[in-house]
């Protein structure tokens, strides 16, 4: 591994960065924000601030390959394209709040002596020869839904013809991100904004740590330190699902089916349970009884009938509550049962493990949501009363 101590303007002199498709998304809340904020305010002006670590990896050269926006930037003025493993939320508020700043400093022509087109071109996108096309600084792989959300909803871009906005709850964060910034600097005058800019892009300084291509990525993005906020088991399990993906001895395309199931299954999943702004459903909650049901007859097999399966789940519900993550992630989706002959985990069993998380989670909303349900109106109202309780 490489690693450098720099600023965030270091940083993104002649990279391009992307957020995976194992990666969870922007995840911070008010309370991130707050001390994100906090940090940049109360630094004294002469001084810098230790922000983390930054971990990237190299994007693989048939991938970028793919990348059509970007070639155009990346071999003409070498730019150099990086997944960021581990980072991500720290990297995405400051692109957040320099966008926020660029806005309100709309009026400007310049902010410490640098033109504001300059700073768009540095940290948000550039256009090759000044035309209609974006090779976008940073960003997500094209089937997050965050992509587009992020280039039409924070960075105030025109929107595709096809665009369809996605809400999910990683997207509600980025917008309240937004929001959150922009009151703070709304009062500011020039020179308070200017200042702020100092030090976001001058003094927070990142240690960056470069992942060499024989270490195995999704083995290191589950184990490392996650500094900002605590990864759920759901994140996690996504990350683990795509990584035995990898794993099968099946042919390639196989593999993308897969991978691409998982992908959408999560866009599903994150969709419904942030899909009620003032009520969103918790991820772990949510996978803790998706688990109960489905994998209950295989903990409890003496207790197999379905009456008895659906009387017992309070105490299953109890008995698992802790240790259901353990399961999923030590004991059922491991490399490990990818060989073994007893509990052989095929890619079939994960493919119908994903649709059942798809399908779950939709009526899941509808319990949580029966207004907006398709139930009749008997079942709406006694779903009212259980949430009310």
Same mark, same amino acid.
């Given at each position: 591994?490489?690693?450098?101590?720099? %600023?965030?303007?270091?940083?993104?002199?002649?990279?391009?960065?992307?957020?995976?498709?194992?990666?969870?998304?922007?995840?911070?809340?008010?309370?991130?924000?707050?001390?994100?904020?906090?940090?940049? @305010?109360? /630094?004294?002006?002469?001084?810098?601030?230790?922000?983390?670590?930054?971990?990237?990896?190299?994007?693989? +050269?048939?991938?970028?390959?793919?990348?059509?926006?970007?070639?155009?930037?990346?071999?003409?003025?070498?730019?150099?394209?990086?997944?960021?493993?581990?980072?991500?939320?720290?990297?995405?508020?400051?692109?957040?709040? @320099?966008?926020?700043?660029?806005?309100?400093?709309?009026?400007?022509?310049?902010?410490?002596?640098? *033109?504001?087109?300059?700073?768009?071109? =540095?940290? +948000?996108?550039? %256009?090759?020869?000044?035309?209609?096309?974006?090779?976008? @600084?940073? &960003?997500?792989?094209?089937?997050?839904?965050?992509?587009?959300?992020?280039?039409?909803?924070?960075?105030?871009?025109?929107?595709?013809?096809?665009?369809?906005?996605?809400?999910?709850?990683?997207?509600?964060?980025?917008?309240?991100?937004?929001?959150?910034?922009?009151?703070?600097?709304?009062?500011?005058?020039?020179?308070?904004?200017?200042?702020?800019?100092?030090?976001?892009?001058?003094?927070?300084?990142?240690?960056?740590? !470069?992942?060499?291509?024989?270490?195995?990525?999704?083995?290191?993005?589950?184990?490392?330190?996650?500094?900002?906020? *605590?990864?759920?088991? /759901?994140?996690?399990?996504?990350?683990?699902?795509?990584?035995?993906?990898?794993?099968?001895?099946?042919?390639?395309?196989? =593999?993308?089916?897969?991978?691409?199931?998982?992908? #959408?299954?999560?866009?599903?999943?994150?969709?419904?349970? &942030?899909?009620?702004?003032?009520?969103?459903?918790?991820?772990?909650?949510?996978?803790? #009884?998706?688990? /109960?049901?489905?994998?209950?007859?295989? /903990?409890? !097999?003496?207790?197999?009938?379905?009456?008895?399966?659906?009387?017992?789940?309070?105490?299953?519900?109890?008995?698992?509550?802790?240790?259901? %993550?353990?399961?999923?992630?030590?004991?059922?989706?491991?490399?490990?049962?990818?060989?073994?002959?007893?509990?052989?985990?095929?890619?079939?069993?994960?493919?119908?493990?994903?649709?059942?998380?798809? &399908? !779950?989670?939709?009526?899941?909303? =509808?319990?949580?949501?029966?207004?907006? %349900?398709?139930?009749?109106?008997?079942?709406? =109202?006694?779903?009212?009363?259980? #949430?009310?309780?």
């Amino acid at each position: 591994m490489e690693t450098n101590l720099l %600023s965030v303007s270091k940083i993104f002199t002649e990279r391009l960065f992307r957020i995976p498709d194992y990666q969870r998304g922007y995840a911070w809340t008010e309370r991130q924000l707050k001390d994100f904020w906090n940090d940049i @305010i109360q /630094l004294e002006e002469d001084k810098n601030h230790y922000t983390g670590v930054l971990t990237l990896e190299n994007v693989p +050269i048939n991938k970028v390959e793919e990348w059509e926006d970007d070639l155009w930037i990346i071999k003409s003025r070498s730019y150099e394209p990086y997944y960021i493993v581990d980072g991500q939320q720290r990297l995405t508020t400051t692109i957040v709040l @320099i966008q926020t700043i660029l806005e309100e400093a709309s009026k400007y022509e310049e902010l410490n002596f640098t *033109p504001i087109t300059d700073i768009r071109k =540095k940290f +948000i996108y550039d %256009s090759k020869d000044g035309g209609i096309s974006r090779s976008y @600084i940073f &960003g997500y792989e094209k089937d997050n839904p965050s992509y587009n959300f992020l280039k039409t909803e924070i960075f105030k871009e025109e929107q595709d013809t096809n665009y369809a906005k996605e809400e999910t709850v990683y997207t509600n964060n980025l917008e309240n991100a937004k929001a959150y910034f922009k009151k703070e600097i709304s009062s500011f005058a020039k020179a308070e904004i200017e200042l702020v800019y100092k030090k976001l892009t001058q003094n927070l300084l990142f240690n960056i740590y !470069s992942i060499s291509s024989d270490i195995d990525v999704f083995v290191a993005f589950e184990t490392m330190n996650n500094r900002g906020k *605590p990864l759920s088991h /759901l994140e996690l399990l996504k990350n683990r699902l795509i990584y035995l993906s990898t794993k099968f001895e099946v042919d390639d395309y196989e =593999k993308n089916s897969l991978r691409t199931r998982i992908n #959408n299954c999560w866009k599903a999943i994150y969709h419904n349970l &942030g899909r009620n702004k003032n009520n969103p459903l918790d991820d772990d909650i949510f996978l803790l #009884n998706h688990f /109960l049901i489905y994998f209950g007859t295989e /903990l409890f !097999s003496n207790e197999a009938d379905e009456q008895e399966h659906l009387r017992i789940l309070p105490r299953m519900r109890r008995m698992y509550r802790d240790e259901y %993550s353990n399961f999923l992630l030590e004991k059922k989706f491991t490399t490990k049962n990818l060989r073994e002959t007893k509990n052989q985990i095929t890619i079939n069993e994960i493919d119908s493990y994903v649709k059942s998380l798809q &399908g !779950s989670v939709v009526a899941w909303y =509808k319990i949580f949501n029966p207004k907006e %349900s398709d139930y009749t109106n008997e079942t709406k =109202k006694w779903l009212e009363k259980l #949430n009310r309780m």
